[in-house]
Nanobody
Framework: DVQLQASGGGLVQTGGSLRLSCAASGSTFDNYDIGWLRQVPGKEREGVSCITWRDGTTYYVDFPEGRFKGRFTVSRDQARNTVDLQMSNLKPEDTAVYYC????????????????????WGRGTQVTVSS
């Protein structure tokens, strides 16, 4: 299985921007839809966005409406072999550890294995947005 590592997190002020990158080790992204998820201590992981391997279709979790779309942009960088998440207009509620994972990505949904042990998740990256 592909092992994914997220990087690029940091501390920013409200309204600031960050660009997260997801790199693969042990394999490539070929044949994998890649999703970005995040987790706050004491809460379950939640989906943010994903991109398909086959044609680059993107999906953004949209509940509540407009939650991420318009602020976050997911993309694939073929030259660097990464999947990136550009985040702008960051809010304190975006503070979390962000992870990238193989997911099932579609036009209207993204799904992942909720029972996958944390020990098998790749390295996340901390994003902290100060008010």
């Amino acid at each position: 299985d592909v092992q994914l590592q997220a990087s690029g997190g940091g501390l920013v002020q409200t309204g600031g921007s960050l660009r997260l990158s997801c790199a693969a080790s042990g394999s490539t992204f070929d044949n994998y839809d890649i999703g970005w998820l995040r987790q706050v201590p004491g809460k379950e992981r939640e989906g943010v966005s994903c991109i398909t391997w086959r044609d680059g279709t993107t999906y953004y979790v949209d509940f509540p409406e407009g939650r991420f779309k318009g602020r976050f942009t997911v993309s694939r960088d073929q030259a660097r072999n990464t999947v990136d998440l550009q985040m702008s207009n960051l809010k304190p509620e975006d503070t979390a550890v962000y992870y990238c994972e193989p997911v099932d990505c579609g036009i209207a949904s993204m799904t992942w294995d909720p029972d996958k042990p944390s020990s098998l998740w790749g390295r996340g990256t901390q994003v902290t947005v100060s008010s």
